[in-house]
C-alpha cells in the first residue's frame, strides 16, 4: 500500500498525552562500514489519530538457590537460540516450569540435537498437549517437583525436592540431576509499558498470574498477547479485530488462517519463588536477591516504588520485565497480602535505551544566544579562527597563510615575550559589588582580605565553596569606599554570581550590598609584553602610566582617543600589562586605537592558544586546574588562606582528605620525546612497560613552549613537589600517546616574576 511506511528496526520507546509517540530507528549502527552520509540513529515523533498496541509478553524467570549459574536460561530464549541463531545451547538440558508453554522448548531442543535430561513442573497436574509434548521428547515430566539448588562453575547438575504448589513447600530428599543447561519458565508478563505510560492503572489477572494493561483513557486499543492472549489465533483474532476497528471497518467475520495451537493450558501455576537454602536472584542486572526484598519489608520499605529505589529492583534496561511480579510476589508474601494489592510500580518512558544524540538530532550545541564581544567583527575580519568558551565565541589563533595552529600560537605567543600584543578579555566575568557592607562581604567570600584595599587598587582573590574546595579566583577592583568591580573566570560567571546571590540572599540578608552582573557593559583589552607600556603612553591621555603612576594593581581612568577608559596593570601571561576597560560601545574604536598605537612596537593580536600557552609557562591556574576537585593547597595557593578571618570554605577545609599530603598536586611536566601531550592524560609512574603503571595523576592543559623549546603541561600528580625532578610516563591509550617526561615545578618561565613588575 503507497500510504502505508513500515519502519523495521524501529522501537516505540515512549506512548504521550493525544496519541504522540516517540520512536527510535536504528539506521546504520548495526553496520561495520556505515557509509558517511548515514546516521546511526533516527528519532521519529509520531502523531497519531488511533493506535494499536501490539507489544507482545514476555517470558519471567522463577526464583530458586542458584538461578543465576552460567548455564541457566529461559525457555524461550533458549528455544530462540535453536531456532533462530542454529545455536545449541547445551547438549543436556533440563527444563523447569510453572506452565504448559516451557514443553513447547523440549521437542524444539532434542531436533536440534540435544538430550532432555528431564521436565520438572512444579504442578501436579498438566494437561494433555504438554504431556503429548514431552512425550515427542522421549521424557516423563517430574510433576510436584522443584529445583532447589544447582551446582558446578558452569551449570553441571541441578537438585530437586518434592514441591507442594499449595503451601510453598518443599519436602523430602534432594536428588541430584546431571545438565549442563537449565532452561525455566516462570509464565509470561505482557508488556505493558506504553499502555502504563499513557496513563491508567494495570489489572492484576489471576488467570495469567500477570498484570494486563490499564482501561485505555485516550485513543488506542490492544492486540495479541498484551490483552492476554497466548495463541497465534488469539493474536490474529484481536489484531484483526483492533485494526478494522481502527480503520474505521465493520467486524469482519471472515474466517482466519489456521494455526497450529497445541491445546496448552495458559494459566501458571502461581509459584514464583522456591524457598530453600542459599542465594535466590530476583533482578539478575542489579543483583537483587530475594532476601534483599525481604530486608526491605522489614526495614520499612513495604510501597512498591519504595522497595524499587531500596533495592534497585527492576531499575535501568530491565524495566520490571522479568523481574518485577517475581519481586512484587515476594513482598506481598512477606506482607501477608495478594499481588494486586501490593500494586505494581509506575512504568516510565523510555521503554529501552536513547542515545541522548538522537534526541538532540541536529548538533544545536544550546538553546541560549551565542555571546559575542564588542570587537567579534573586527576579529573575523582579520583572519581569526573562531573557538567557543561556554557561550562565548573567542579567537582561537589570528592564522597566517600556510601556518598550523601551533605554528601561529607559538608566533603570537613569542610576540608577547619578545614585543607586545594585545588579547580580547571582554569576556571575563564583571560583576559591580555596591553598598555600606560590600568590603565586608567580599572579607567573607573570599579566602583572603578586601576590607583592607585601597581604593584605585586590585588585588587577586581566591573563594571557596563551603566544603573547602576552590570555587573560582579572579581580581577585584575597589573603585570607591563603597565601590568594588569583581571579575572571574568566563566559565564560572553565573556559577559565581549564584553562589554571592544565594549568600546574600539566605545566608547574610542584613548586609547592605547591591550586586549587579556588568559583565556585557565592560569590553575589555589586556595589552602584554615589554612594550606594553609604549603603547599606552602613545595613546592615553589624562593620566600617566609610568611606574609612579600606575604601579602594579593598581588603577587609573584617562582617555583614548576620546573614549572613557580604566586601566589596572595586572599581569595572566607574566610580562609587564595591562587590562584596559571601557564601555561596550566603545570597545572597537578602543581596540583599534590600540593597535594603531602599537603598530611602530611589534604589537600583534593573540588569541586562546597563545593565552594558554603564556599562562602554562607561568603556571598560572585556570577551570582545567580549578575543576571542582582541588584545594588551596593542591594548587599552592595556601598563601591566600587568612588566619585572621572566618570565610566560605575556611570551616571544612582543614578536613583531613583535604590536608593529606598525598593528595594530587600542582606540577609542570616537559616531554622528554619532543612530542606533544594530550589534556587528560594519564601520568604512571615510570616503568619498562610502555603505558602500564600505576596512574599518580593527569595532564590538565599542554602547549609547545617557545621559550623552553619544548613541549611542556600542567598536570595534577599525588604528592606533587616532592616527585620534581623525578621521570614518569605519559599513558593516553585513546590517541595512542606514550612516552617519558619529567616533572618539575609548574613555574617554567620567571618563577621571581621580575618581567611583569618591570
Known amino acids: 500500500m503507497d500510504n502505508v511506511q513500515v519502519l523495521s528496526r524501529t522501537t516505540v520507546w515512549g506512548c504521550y498525552d493525544g496519541n504522540t509517540l516517540a520512536a527510535l530507528e536504528r539506521v546504520g549502527d548495526h553496520l561495520p562500514r556505515r557509509p558517511a552520509d548515514m546516521p546511526r540513529h533516527r528519532h521519529w515523533t509520531i502523531r497519531a489519530a488511533k493506535v494499536i498496541l501490539a507489544t507482545g509478553s514476555i517470558e519471567r524467570p522463577i526464583v530458586f538457590p542458584g538461578n543465576d549459574r552460567p548455564g541457566i536460561m529461559l525457555a524461550g530464549a533458549a528455544m530462540r537460540y535453536a531456532v533462530e541463531y542454529g545455536v545449541l545451547p547445551g547438549e543436556k538440558i533440563a527444563i523447569f516450569t510453572n506452565n504448559d508453554s516451557a514443553y513447547r522448548a ?65 519436602s523430602g530428599d534432594s536428588r541430584p540431576i546431571s545438565a549442563d543447561f537449565l532452561a525455566v519458565s516462570g509464565g509470561w508478563s505482557p508488556a505493558i509499558h506504553l499502555a502504563s505510560q499513557a496513563g491508567g492503572k494495570p489489572r492484576w489477572d489471576d488467570f495469567l498470574q500477570a498484570f494486563l494493561p490499564p482501561e485505555p483513557q485516550q485513543d488506542w486499543s490492544g492486540a495479541g498477547a498484551l490483552t492476554g492472549g497466548t495463541t497465534t489465533a488469539d493474536a490474529l483474532r484481536t489484531g484483526r479485530s483492533a485494526g478494522r476497528a481502527a480503520s474505521g471497518q465493520k467486524p469482519s467475520r471472515a474466517r482466519l488462517p489456521q494455526t497450529e495451537d497445541q491445546g496448552l493450558d495458559p494459566s501458571p501455576a502461581p509459584v514464583l519463588e522456591i524457598r530453600a537454602g542459599g542465594k535466590a536472584f530476583v533482578d539478575f542486572q542489579h543483583d537483587v536477591t530475594a532476601e534483599d526484598v525481604r530486608l526491605a519489608h522489614r526495614e520499612g520499605f513495604v510501597s512498591v516504588e519504595h522497595l524499587k529505589r531500596y533495592t534497585t529492583l527492576g531499575m535501568a534496561t530491565d524495566q520490571g520485565r522479568t523481574s518485577n511480579v517475581p519481586g512484587l510476589a515476594i513482598l506481598a508474601e512477606a506482607r501477608g497480602i495478594s499481588i494486586p494489592e501490593a500494586g505494581t510500580t509506575r512504568f516510565r518512558p523510555p521503554y529501552s535505551p536513547v542515545p541522548i544524540g538522537a534526541l538532540a538530532a541536529e548538533r544545536h550545541r544550546h538553546f541560549k544566544p551565542d555571546r559575542l564581544t564588542p570587537m567579534h567583527d573586527w576579529h573575523l575580519e582579520h583572519g581569526a579562527r573562531m573557538m567557543e568558551a561556554g557561550l562565548w565565541h573567542r579567537p582561537q589563533i589570528y592564522g597566517q597563510a600556510g601556518e598550523t595552529v601551533e605554528q601561529a600560537y607559538v608566533r603570537e605567543a613569542k ?56 570555587l573560582d579566583d579572579g581580581t577585584t577592583w575597589r573603585l570607591g569606599e563603597q565601590d568594588f568591580l569583581m571579575t572571574t573566570t568566563t566559565a564560572n560567571a553565573g556559577k559565581v554570581m549564584q553562589h554571592l546571590e544565594y549568600y546574600l540572599d539566605v545566608v547574610w540578608p542584613e548586609l547592605r550590598v547591591h550586586l549587579t552582573s556588568v559583565t556585557d557593559q565592560w569590553a575589555g583589552a589586556a595589552v602584554a609584553g615589554p612594550r606594553s607600556r609604549d603603547v599606552l603612553e602613545a595613546c592615553v591621555s589624562g593620566t600617566g602610566v609610568d611606574d609612579e603612576t600606575l604601579p602594579f594593581m593598581a588603577i587609573v581612568h584617562g582617555e583614548i582617543d576620546g573614549a572613557p577608559v580604566m586601566i589596572c596593570r595586572l599581569s595572566f601571561s607574566g610580562e609587564l600589562a595591562f587590562e584596559v576597560y571601557c564601555g561596550a560601545g566603545h570597545g572597537t574604536h578602543v581596540w583599534e586605537a590600540l593597535i594603531t598605537a602599537g603598530e611602530r612596537f611589534g604589537i600583534v593580536p593573540y588569541g586562546m592558544e597563545a593565552l594558554g600557552a603564556l599562562r602554562i609557562e607561568k603556571g598560572h591556574v585556570t577551570g582545567t586546574e580549578i575543576d571542582g576537585r582541588t584545594t588551596a593547597r593542591d594548587l599552592y595557593l595556601d598563601w591566600m588562606l587568612s588566619k585572621k578571618k572566618p570565610f566560605i570554605g575556611s570551616a571544612l577545609m582543614d578536613r583531613e582528605g583535604l590536608i593529606d599530603k598525598s593528595r594530587i598536586r600542582l606540577v609542570g611536566v616537559v616531554a622528554l620525546d619532543d612530542r606533544p601531550l594530550g589534556g587528560g592524560a594519564h601520568i604512571v609512574e615510570d616503568s619498562t612497560s610502555e603505558g602500564l603503571g600505576t596512574s599518580i595523576g593527569h595532564i590538565t592543559a599542554f602547549c609547545y613552549s617557545p621559550q623552553l623549546e619544548r613541549y611542556i603541561g600542567l598536570a595534577l600528580v599525588k604528592d606533587g613537589k616532592a616527585r620534581h625532578g623525578t621521570r614518569a610516563r605519559i599513558s593516553d591509550p585513546l590517541r595512542g600517546r606514550f612516552g617519558p617526561v619529567e616533572i618539575v615545578s609548574h613555574h617554567f618561565f620567571d618563577p621571581e616574576g621580575k618581567r611583569m613588575h618591570g
Open 106 to 170: 523440549a521437542p524444539v531442543l532434542k531436533a536440534a540435537g540435544a538430550s532432555i535430561a528431564a521436565i520438572i513442573d512444579v504442578r501436579k497436574e498438566i494437561s494433555a498437549a504438554a504431556r503429548a509434548l514431552a512425550s515427542e521428547a522421549g521424557v516423563v515430566p517430574l510433576l510436584g517437583h522443584a529445583v532447589v539448588g544447582t551446582s558446578g562453575k558452569r551449570l553441571q547438575r541441578v537438585i530437586l525436592r518434592r514441591f507442594d504448589a499449595e503451601t510453598g513447600l518443599v
Open 415 to 470: 610576540a608577547v615575550r619578545d614585543a607586545v600584543g594585545i588579547v580580547d578579555v571582554s569576556t571575563l566575568g564583571k560583576i559591580a559589588v555596591k553598598g555600606p557592607d560590600a568590603a565586608e562581604f567580599l572579607d567573607r567570600v573570599y579566602t583572603n582580605m578586601f576590607s583592607t584595599l585601597k581604593v584605585g587598587r586590585a588585588r587577586y582573590g581566591l573563594m571557596l565553596r563551603e566544603d573547602g574546595i576552590v
